[in-house]
């Protein structure tokens, strides 16, 4: 088969890889019609490196049509279509059992300390080959694999593989309240999703902020007041907009990825050129990631409120400003979506003819598979007007 793999810092390509077979009677095959790229994938293409290697398959937003199932996977059959999960969990260990299925203690990476595995991401997660392929080896499918719909294109429920489960769980997790003001930082997919998700849960306000003009457009058609990060102190607008006192919750969704944290990022990318066991050293042991967006997360919320951090992050001693969370008594939640705790509220929202959350205004750019490289070079460098990118597997250009 065709699958997009890595090659080494910033360089990907499409090559013909061995077809996945089933290995485990807990096994499905999954021939995937579409996959899209996450801003996630990009840590890997720049900074985390050391953790691949030449060949890993990438992508872990995918969807298709079930080909082959193993003997113990009876709630899907060949010819279903489901999406994917990105995180890889088995529905009955101790931690699925409550919900928090990004630690499921079955497939969880004890040999790195880490949660749940995940397709397509590092030696740090299983290095479990991924989605961005033509077919999809799906452990544990018994339990993950989401059936849904014959009657909406892919692009209405691929998301529930990633963007829309995730967004969800960072608006719960910013414990909004009816009439809330929220602020959410950073517009690229997962905050876009954040934001509309926000105001269906009865946020009266939802201020975003970001500097590409593309993003700040789509975001305005839903809704969305929004604030240029080139343009204005965003904390103090925020507070200017909220008479002084700041956002009831904020919802942090840029991760390492923040603009204006020159040093870290230095850093970041002079980490992401060292050999791997002293790039890995440095990733488990420095404050590499890029404080600025987190930093302004923290200063934007009022007293007493709640910051929701969706973005990833990857250093183990970034600096934080304990004294001032502490004062103000802010509430901290973060973490992996577990993703299949949130489908059965997400879905019944899908399947109508309507689209309450915008679903259908996300995706920018749809190109064959063929052309995952480019893909990801545009979506690094946010040319070309590119939000989000989907990738089709067997489309040819």
Not at 42 to 69: A, Q, W
Not at 86 to 110: D, L, Y
Not at 342 to 364: A, F, N, S
């Amino acid at each position: 088969m065709r699958a997009l793999t890595w090659q080494g810092t910033s360089k990907v390509s499409v090559e013909t890889v061995p077809d996945p077979k089933i290995q485990e009677p807990t096994d499905a095959i999954v021939r995937i019609t579409s996959t899209a790229i996450c801003g996630s994938d990009l840590h890997l293409y720049d900074v985390l490196g050391m953790y691949l290697d030449k060949g890993d398959v990438l992508g872990h937003e995918p969807m298709g049509i079930v080909e082959e199932v193993g003997p113990e996977v009876t709630h899907i059959k060949p010819g279903d279509r489901v999406v994917i999960p990105f995180n890889i969990s088995c529905g009955h260990c101790w931690m699925c059992t409550r919900g928090n299925f990004a630690q499921c203690e079955t497939t969880q990476v004890t040999s790195e300390g880490k949660g749940a595995s995940l397709f397509g991401y590092t030696k740090l997660y299983g290095q479990v080959p991924g989605g961005q392929a033509e077919y999809l080896r799906v452990p544990q499918a018994q339990f993950g694999p989401i059936k849904v719909p014959s009657h909406h294109p892919d692009e209405r429920f691929l998301f529930l593989s990633d963007v829309l489960t995730t967004s969800w769980q960072a608006a719960k997790y910013a414990d909004i309240q009816p009439g809330d003001t929220v602020f959410v930082t950073g517009l690229g997919p997962i905050g876009q999703m954040s934001a509309r998700i926000a105001r269906h849960l009865g946020a009266g306000r939802v201020i975003a902020s970001d500097n590409v003009p593309e993003r700040l457009a789509m975001a305005q058609r839903h809704g969305i007041e929004t604030l240029n990060t080139g343009d204005v102190d965003v904390p103090a607008a925020v507070l200017d907009l909220t008479s002084g006192r700041g956002a009831d919750s904020v919802i942090e969704s840029v991760g390492m990825e923040a603009h204006g944290s020159p040093i870290q990022s230095a850093a970041v990318k002079a980490t992401g050129l060292l050999p791997d066991v002293l790039a890995r050293k440095a990733v488990e042991t420095v404050g590499i990631d890029r404080m600025a967006a987190l930093n302004t997360a923290f200063a934007a919320v009022r007293r007493a409120g709640t910051v929701s951090i969706i973005g990833v992050y990857g250093g183990n001693a970034d600096p934080i400003p304990m004294m001032d969370l502490f004062d103000k008594g802010v509430t901290l939640r973060m973490g992996q979506a577990h993703v299949k705790r949130w489908v059965d509220e997400i879905l019944p929202l899908l399947t109508g003819d309507d689209d309450p959350l915008g679903v259908d205004d996300l995706v920018t750019h749809r190109l064959p598979l063929e052309q995952a490289p480019h893909a990801y070079e545009i979506f690094k460098k946010k040319q070309d007007g590119c939000i989000k990118v989907v990738l089709k597997p067997g489309v040819v250009s």
